[in-house]
């Protein structure tokens, strides 16, 4: 069965340099989430989004923005990185309305990306 | 606000002894309860949910979990644990709709043989 695709899996960036992650959900999901998880800390909720608008947000910084494009993929930017960044990225997924009794708000974590700010 | 207590950081375990991890949660509605497994350096694999109905719910690898609306609780248990059941155990809660899940803190299992 298809899975939530991150990529990259790995990023090394230097302080106050950018970086891009992209998140493919699996098919038929539209909504999608971003968390992360600093090191031995439990997952933190940054920003979703439902069918391409901005659902919910959270301990997001201002450095960070995100979209969520038509055909589903989300990516995550993050400008003038600094070293509390270095973390794990989770993307997760999750199906439409109509398919609640099938498990809407059950999220498909994918991998995740780990960002390394040096 | 939604919030997830797991009580126990750390827990070590025989294998082939019984496991049960705590999770308590706060919510003002009955919420939706998971149990996700993360294994080191990897992603949050779904254990088990609970929606509604039947409180005892199964899960994959043998686990299961039964919610308790008096005690607010939802206790991950397993009646013999395997070595690669080794990683990290996070309780989870939310909504009904489409927002996000609040994660409690981890527990960490160590198995040993």
């Known amino acids: 069965a298809a899975g939530v695709i991150q990529s990259p899996r790995h990023l090394i960036k230097e302080k106050r340099e950018t970086a891009t992650l992209k998140c493919y959900p699996i098919?038929?999901?539209?909504?999608v989430y971003w968390y992360q998880q600093g090191p031995g800390q439990d997952p933190q909720f940054l920003i979703s989004?439902?069918?391409?608008?901005?659902?919910d947000k959270g301990s997001i910084p201002d450095r960070f923005s995100a979209q969520q494009f038509s055909d589903y993929h989300s990516e995550l930017n993050m400008s003038s990185l600094e070293l509390g960044d270095s973390a794990l990225y989770f993307c997760?997924?999750?199906?439409?309305?109509?398919?609640?009794?099938?498990?809407?708000?059950?999220?498909?974590f994918g991998a995740g990306s780990r960002l390394t700010v040096l | 606000a939604q919030s997830v207590t797991q009580p126990d950081i750390h827990i070590t375990v025989s294998e082939g002894a019984s496991l049960e991890l705590r999770c308590n949660y706060s919510?003002?509605?009955?919420?939706?309860l998971f149990w996700y497994v993360q294994s080191p350096g990897q992603g949050l694999q779904l254990l088990l949910k609970?929606?509604?109905?039947?409180?005892l719910v199964q899960g994959i690898k043998g686990f299961e979990a039964e919610f308790k609306r008096s005690q607010s609780s939802f206790n991950l248990r397993k009646p013999s644990v395997h070595w690669s059941d080794a990683a990290e155990y996070f309780c989870?809660?939310?909504?009904?709709?489409?927002?996000?899940?609040?994660f409690g803190t981890g527990t960490k299992l160590q198995v040993i043989p």
């Open positions: 989004f439902y069918e391409k608008m901005q659902s």
């Open positions: 997760a997924s999750s199906p439409a309305e109509g398919a609640e009794r099938a498990g809407a708000n059950v999220l498909t």
């Open positions: 098919p038929r999901h539209d909504t």
């Open positions: 919510y003002g509605a009955t919420p939706y």
């Open positions: 989870a809660v939310g909504p009904r709709g489409y927002q996000k899940v609040t």
């Open positions: 609970y929606f509604s109905g039947d409180t």
